[in-house]
């Protein structure tokens, strides 16, 4: 977990989400709407990665299932 992660899941928590979730899972399990796409597009231009919350969904659906 890297800095990043960490202030992630303060945001996530401070928005009422779930204890170690970070932000951007939050977001990309949510139904598509306007304001999701751009947060999703956002993220991937910020980390300069393609589908950059999926990739965040995935690893941290993978950490909960260990």
């Not at 977990?1 to 401070?14: D, E, H, L």
């Not at 899972?25 to 393609?50: C, G, I």
């Not at 990739?55 to 950490?63: A, F, G, L, T, V």
Request: charged share 20%.
């Amino acid at each position: 977990m890297n800095a990043w992660w960490s202030a992630s899941v303060c945001i996530n928590r401070t928005l009422g989400g779930q204890q170690s979730e970070p932000l951007c899972s939050r977001v990309y399990r949510q139904p598509p709407s306007p304001w999701r796409s751009a947060f999703m597009a956002l993220m991937d231009r910020v980390f300069a990665e393609t589908a950059h919350c999926e990739n965040i969904h995935s690893r941290w659906r993978d950490r909960s299932d260990a």
